[in-house]
């Protein structure tokens, strides 16, 4: 299994931390959730998604002042964290402070990381949660006041997600976030090899005695629609703890992966047995790319795709 990726999930003491790790991840029902007792401390719990070969470590951290007086003053249990996700209870009370001061407190941990360690900060997310379904329409104003308080925090760019363990929205919202966290993973599961001889036969009926700029712009569409598909079929797939992640049955073409560059290097998958590919196959991969990329909002990437040659191969750096 790959590297894991870390997830804090931070927030006061009966915030529902727990209750949406237990009813997202290990399907726990209602009745059983409401037996949750506090964590103690913090809580680690190394996970597997079925829909990808991903280890997510999840550190739950007591929320209770004991707790967060004893971690808060060890940052190495914040090391390396690449998602955080702070819960704010709207229904608590009105009054925000002491969530300000807390969550504050875990911003200048990471601020401090990043200058002393040169450690990289993580992607920060928001639940609004106890956001239940009988109760939506009669907290709208507890829940603008949370995010405007919250705002204060976090800037107006950090993501906010309206959540109940109730219905489908906090695990609907922990799929969408580890769905546009883990894009490296993503694009290896797209780029499988069955995926380019399909996509290339419909593209190929779809340009014919097509001009070389339209045949990027058919081929940056089909790739836009596969990366949205695969993130409706993401995003409906439950999330849950298994024991152990089956093999992909599809081999990826992603030949050489290089993270501390922050790229990808891929083989052109139809560089065929005589050494070349034509003109057009690369001009369908590298729009095809292009429109994945973008799918999974990394447009900014989607701009920089290179085509090389190296040691007689063909190559897409992206």
């Known amino acids: ?52 070969s991903k280890g997510i470590s999840i550190w739950d951290f007591g929320g209770q002042k004991t707790f967060r007086d004893a971690y808060l003053l060890n940052p190495d249990y914040f090391s390396h964290t690449k998602i955080i996700l702070f819960v704010v209870d709207i229904l ?21 990381l990043k200058i002393e360690r040169n450690l990289e900060k993580p992607k920060i997310f928001v639940f609004l949660h106890k956001c239940d379904p009988d109760k939506k329409n009669k907290n709208n104003e507890q829940i603008a006041k949370s995010i405007i308080e919250m705002s204060q925090i976090f800037g107006s760019e950090v993501p906010y997600f309206m959540t109940s363990i109730y219905d489908d929205s906090a695990c609907r919202s922990l799929n969408n976030i580890l769905f546009f966290s ?8 797209v780029f499988m090899r069955e995926f380019f001889d399909d996509i290339k036969k419909v593209i190929s009926e779809k340009i014919k005695e097509t001009p070389q700029l339209q ?56 560089y065929n047995i005589e050494k070349k ?8 991969v590298h729009g095809f790319i292009a429109g994945i990329l973008t799918s999974l909002n990394l447009s900014k990437r989607s701009l920089n795709i ?11 750096i992206f």
């Open 1 to 52: 299994m790959n590297e894991s990726t870390k997830l804090a999930i931070i927030g006061l003491s009966k915030a529902g931390k727990t209750s949406i790790y237990r009813r997202c991840f290990e399907r726990h029902n209602l009745k059983d959730i409401e037996q949750t007792p506090p964590t103690i401390m913090i809580a680690q719990n190394l996970i597997n998604l079925g829909h990808i």
């Open 92 to 112: 608590a009370n009105g009054d925000f402070s002491e969530e300000k001061e807390y969550f504050s407190s875990i911003i200048k941990i990471f601020e401090d």
């Open 306 to 316: 290179k085509r090389i040659e190296e040691n007689g191969d063909c190559y897409f």
């Open 215 to 270: 045949i990027t712009e058919v081929s940056k569409v089909f790739g836009d629609l596969l990366g949205r598909k695969l993130h409706d079929l993401w995003i409906n797939a439950p999330l849950e703890k298994i024991e152990e992640v089956e093999s992909k049955s599809l081999k990826s073409i992603i030949t050489v992966s290089e993270k501390d560059h922050n790229y990808f290097k891929m083989r052109c998958p139809y």
């Open 182 to 189: 883990l894009p490296e993973e993503i694009i290896n599961q």
């Open 277 to 284: 590919c034509s003109e057009e196959d690369c001009i369908i």
